[in-house]
């Protein structure tokens, strides 16, 4: 069976990313790796997850337009890197793991654009999911390896992922393009400061995801059962859960109940006593959480590339944002809850990054149902905000014609005139006739004041 470019763009990225999960973002292997070596893997862990989140950060101005060429060279040498530290001695591993750390960072940010320039944006929520899912998978088998053979024994076993993943990508078509789009796809109209909200919000959540693995994980690590077998079994079944809701049943109200399950984690931890049900339970309600989240941001993510410019930044800034704010969770676990102390002081102050995600959600909500128009949008949006859009397009109708409102339509989506003219099959002359017309008609000076005014209400 011959795999397209979309099956294969699940299998390699999964590959990947189950490397990294494993290995740089805080993974069981180089765990299992540092500490055979008698070296402190907590804060090396922290540097480690830094420099991933600058090599993502960093994607969108090092590789605007990721080839297959620079994949492969990027991947070779993630996986060669590694080596390197059996080599220099345990006084370089620090600096050995930074570097693979920001290469991982590098590779992850180019995803976005293969996602889209190889999948449908109706199959990215779904491609996503796959990659999540298949990506922890590989987490979970190399905890189960590090636990009953050997941190080396799992480390060779991502290894060879990642040699496979490298041999696939020799066979990625980087000139497929499967959108299916009837018209061209507008890049120019939105920045990536409208989109400021929703990285807060990713931000100030994931700081709770940093005191999980750096507080909450390594408090039941005397129930190693739970751990490595269990742990990411709630956060699976989170994302295969909301994957398959195709008609939003679950999915309108799920950041709600993200929040509402982080607050719920804080206090059973804060009262709870020490056992391996209040480890099940916390664990199994925190990594649920986890997995409604993720699946949140990366699917918006993903769904909306190709409203920017240079894709790779909008890809990249976002999962940065997700791992800067793990990084900022465990760098306060380890300066401030460190040696663990006072259970109810981590408690409250976990409760406090709620209290604030749950003053954002609605502004979050309202600002993100007029710039997204494909999303599996977790938040239910007030139903006056469409109303006020009726009300916009309503008035818009009425001031213009049908052929003069068909036009309107391509400039607030940011076509050119040519592109508009090939899209509504009408002269280029007729256009520009049609656009002085449209400005004049809405009070408007020109092209920019247009969308200025108008694109929010219409995306």
């Known amino acids: 069976m011959k795999l397209t470019n979309e099956k294969k763009i699940i299998v390699i990225f999964s590959l990947i990313f189950g490397w990294v999960l494993s290995f740089t973002y805080q993974g069981p292997v180089f765990f299992g790796l540092v500490n055979f070596h008698g070296i402190d893997g907590q804060l090396m862990s922290s540097r480690n997850m830094f420099a991933h989140a600058v090599g993502l950060l960093l994607t969108g101005f090092i590789i605007k337009k990721p080839s297959s060429k620079s994949l492969i060279s990027l991947t070779i040498l993630c996986f060669l890197s590694p080596y390197i530290i059996f080599i220099v001695g345990n006084h370089l591993w620090s600096l050995v793991a930074i570097l693979f750390s920001f290469l991982s960072g590098l590779i992850i940010g180019s995803f976005g654009s293969y996602i889209m320039r190889n999948i449908p944006i109706k199959k990215r929520a779904k491609t996503i999911a796959y990659i999540l899912i298949f990506s922890n998978l590989i987490l979970t088998l190399c905890s189960i390896m590090v636990r009953y053979y050997s941190a080396y024994i799992s480390f060779l076993f991502i290894q060879i992922l990642l040699a496979i993943s490298i041999v696939m990508l020799f066979f990625i078509n980087d000139n497929n393009n499967t959108m299916q789009n009837s018209i061209p796809l507008n890049n120019n109209g939105f920045s990536i400061k409208q989109y400021s909200i929703f990285y807060l919000f990713i931000f100030i959540i994931t ?114 944002t997700n791992a800067f704010g793990v990084w900022v969770g465990s760098m306060i676990s380890y300066y401030f809850f460190s040696p663990l102390n006072n259970i109810q002081s981590i408690a409250m102050f976990g409760l406090f990054v709620v209290v604030i995600c749950i003053s954002i959600i609605l502004p979050l909500s309202i600002h993100l149902s007029k710039i997204i128009t494909s999303s599996p949008l977790l938040i239910e949006v007030p139903k006056t905000i469409n109303r006020v859009n009726e009300i916009v397009i309503d008035e818009v109708k009425s001031k213009l014609t049908n052929r003069e409102y068909e036009v309107f339509i391509c400039l607030i989506k940011g076509f050119r005139d040519n592109e508009t003219s090939k899209a509504l099959y009408i002269a280029n002359t007729t256009i520009k006739s049609h656009n002085k017309k449209i400005y004049r008609k809405l009070e408007v000076k020109n092209r920019k004041e247009l969308i200025s005014k108008y694109q929010q209400y219409f995306c």
């Not at 129930?223 to 008609?247: E, G, R, V």
């Not at 109200?253 to 607050?263: E, I, V």
């Open 207 to 320: 700081i709770n995801t940093g005191i999980m693995y750096s507080i909450i994980y390594p408090y039941f690590y005397e129930f190693d059962f739970l751990i490595s077998h269990y742990a990411n079994i709630p956060y699976i079944l989170a994302i295969i859960l909301l994957s398959l809701d195709t008609k939003n049943h679950i999915r309108q109200h799920s950041l709600y109940t993200g929040l509402s399950l982080w607050g719920i984690t804080f206090i059973i931890f804060g009262t709870a006593v020490k056992s391996p049900l209040s480890a099940f339970v916390i664990l199994s309600i925190m990594l649920f959480t986890c997995g409604i989240f993720d699946f949140f941001w990366w699917s918006v993510i993903a769904q909306n590339l190709e409203k920017m410019k240079n894709p790779s930044l909008f890809w990249g800034l976002g999962l940065a």
